[in-house]
């Protein structure tokens, strides 16, 4: 089922942030966390880096099996349409969606592509501002200065929080968190989920199975979502933190609500030909780190040195390069995973690069057709894939909406970041969220163990959202 369609005609021109007076302050200072207290920003965001969204152009929602299909040819239709000025020309620059996919086909909740009005983009050499608009008039440079007078807040520089100057409450992460109430299935019922998994590995049905759950939080007061993308950003700094609204602001249940985190795995990238995903399975909690132990050393030898946990990320690893090879005309690593260190957690982590091959019609395949392609690796569902989805819906209870799925960014070249996502939030009104987390389990999982792997992956969006 679709909404909102026929695909809008947009023009959309992209100018270097210096070229736009009104920006001069944040030109001096162009991290993309100081625009975090604009009204309902959508994020893509790491090291002060990234895409920030402000407004609201067009968008496509989309339910079912079909969702990243239709959802393609929606882009494709617009961004064939759009009369286009790019100044900057790099990936990122002139049309630009952010979008979020429901993990399964079944499920009810919404998928899209929101447009934003304005987007700001900074890289390590660059900064430039796209403005978009519905219609065939091309937008000015005036067009652009008026429009970040309108819709960007800007925090000012050195007010304290982390150098991005956003106030303390936005540096550190929350001393307390609110109180999390079981969503689907309680502790005792999920766990009992994960020894039924385990019991059907052990027989054979399946090599690799994720099994998550979800707990529901009421603040008690309003979310200041600000606030919370700044903690987001600025403690997991090696982690992408996302924020996208596909609908109404509070339109759940059946809508998507808005969609928010820091996901620290990447499930493809594509940037002008090559493509990139950071893979991750394999999980050990800082808190588990014995008084006096080395951190590193213990990392290495309890996640590198375990077969168990090896086995875990292999799985994963191969469903990546199985969904990307027929793409590529090369895809190399994975070969020797590291050890990626969080504030929480460590992951083994594998990063895969693939140069990618032209189609039959002479094109690249965009990212949004690679996230396709792709998802669900077995990070978040399980080998074989099909039969680990059927179970993850009959063991799980619940509908995992945007949780686990493609969450991102994609631009009319065929550019695009699409992250896992991971460790986040669906908001469901003002002050309620829904947090999810899973593990990868296999033969030998302990049920016990794998709860308490939740916690530790649940803690940062529980840590980022205001303690009642
Ligand atoms: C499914 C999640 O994490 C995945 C990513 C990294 C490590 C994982 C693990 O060790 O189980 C999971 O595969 C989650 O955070 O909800």
Redesign the pocket.
């Known amino acids: 089922m679709t909404t909102e369609f026929p695909a809008p005609r947009l023009s959309a021109l992209t100018l270097p942030l210096s070229e736009v007076p009104s920006a001069a302050d944040f030109a001096r200072d162009p991290d993309v966390r100081r625009l975090l207290a604009s009204e309902d920003p959508a994020t893509w965001i790491m090291r002060g880096r990234g895409l920030v969204g402000l407004g609201r152009a067009a968008s496509f929602r989309v339910r079912g099996g079909t969702r990243f299909t239709s959802a393609r040819v929606w882009w494709d239709a617009v961004s064939q349409d759009a009369a286009v000025m790019d100044r900057v020309d790099r990936p990122g620059t002139g049309l630009v969606g952010f979008g979020a996919f429901a993990f399964a086909p079944s499920s009810t909740v919404e998928s899209g592509l929101m447009v934003p009005e304005l987007v700001i983009g900074t890289s390590d050499d660059a900064a430039w501002l796209t403005l978009i608009s519905d219609g065939t008039a091309a937008p000015t440079p005036g067009d652009v200065d008026a429009a970040w007078q309108r819709l960007a807040r800007l925090a000012p520089t050195g007010a304290g929080g982390a150098g991005t100057g956003r106030g303390a409450a936005a540096g550190a992460a929350a001393s307390s968190y609110p109180t999390a109430v079981p969503g689907a299935l309680d502790e005792e019922r999920w766990m009992a989920a994960v020894a039924d998994g385990v019991g059907m590995i052990r027989a054979g049905e399946l090599d690799k199975l ?1 099994l ?1 759950r979800d707990v529901v939080v009421d603040t008690g007061e309003p979310i200041d979502l600000g606030a919370v993308l700044g903690r987001l950003s600025d403690r997991f700094a090696t982690c992408w933190t996302y924020c996208v609204r596909l609908g109404a602001e509070h339109d759940a249940p059946g809508g998507a609500g808005r969609l928010l985190g820091a996901t620290p ?1 990447m499930l493809v990238r594509v940037h002008r030909g090559t493509a990139s995903a950071r893979v ?4 050990l909690d800082r808190q588990d780190l014995p008084e006096g132990a080395n951190p590193e050393d213990f990392a290495v030898t309890e996640l590198g040195g375990s077969e168990k946990q090896q086995r ?1 990320h292999r799985f ?1 690893v191969d469903s990546l390069i199985a969904g990307l090879s027929p793409y590529a005309d090369e895809v190399s690593g994975g070969e020797h995973p590291f050890i990626l260190a969080l504030p929480n957690v460590w ?1 083994l982590a594998s990063d895969v690069t693939a140069r990618l091959r032209a189609g039959v019609d002479g094109t690249l395949p965009s990212a949004l057709e690679l996230a396709e392609a792709v998802h669900p690796t077995a ?2 569902c399980g080998t074989p894939t099909e039969t680990a989805g059927a179970v993850i819906e009959d063991l799980e209870r619940m509908d995992r909406g945007l949780y ?1 799925g493609p969450v991102g960014w994609l631009d009319g070249a065929g550019n695009g970041e699409w992250g896992i996502a ?2 986040g939030a669906v908001q469901l009104d003002g002050h309620t969220a829904r947090v ?5 389990i296999v033969a030998e999982s302990d049920p016990r163990a794998e709860l308490a792997e939740t916690w530790a ?1 649940l803690r940062p969006m529980l840590e980022s959202l205001p303690a009642r």
């Open positions: 994720v998550a795995e991750l399975a394999g999980t875990e994963a992951h990070a978040v686990a991971l460790r999810s987390a899973g593990c990868g992956k």
